[in-house]
């Protein structure tokens, strides 16, 4: 198993979360027109996506290596 340096953990994290979404095709809907748009994933459209918060049960602002490891 490859080892992640702490570099690469904090340049991971300075990843916006829809950013990595679209790269990696994961399928969400754009909701909402203004200046700053939300988002539903397409398979759990209970989870709620805006700005670097997520929203399901909870809301927690994450950076991108710990919505992941959700």
């Known amino acids: 198993m490859t080892r992640v340096t702490t570099d ?3 340049q991971a994290k300075q990843v ?3 950013d990595f979404i679209d790269a990696n ?3 969400v809907k754009q909701e909402g027109k203004r200046a700053e748009p ?3 994933l397409g398979d ?3 989870l709620v ?12 602002k ?9």
């Open 49 to 60: 996506i805006k700005g670097e918060k997520f929203f399901g049960i909870v809301v927690k």
């Open 38 to 40: 939300y988002y539903r």
């Open 25 to 27: 095709g994961i399928d």
């Open 16 to 18: 916006r979360l829809i």
């Open 8 to 10: 690469e953990i904090n």
């Open 44 to 46: 759990h459209d209970s």
């Open 62 to 70: 994450v950076d991108l290596v710990r919505f992941v490891l959700l």
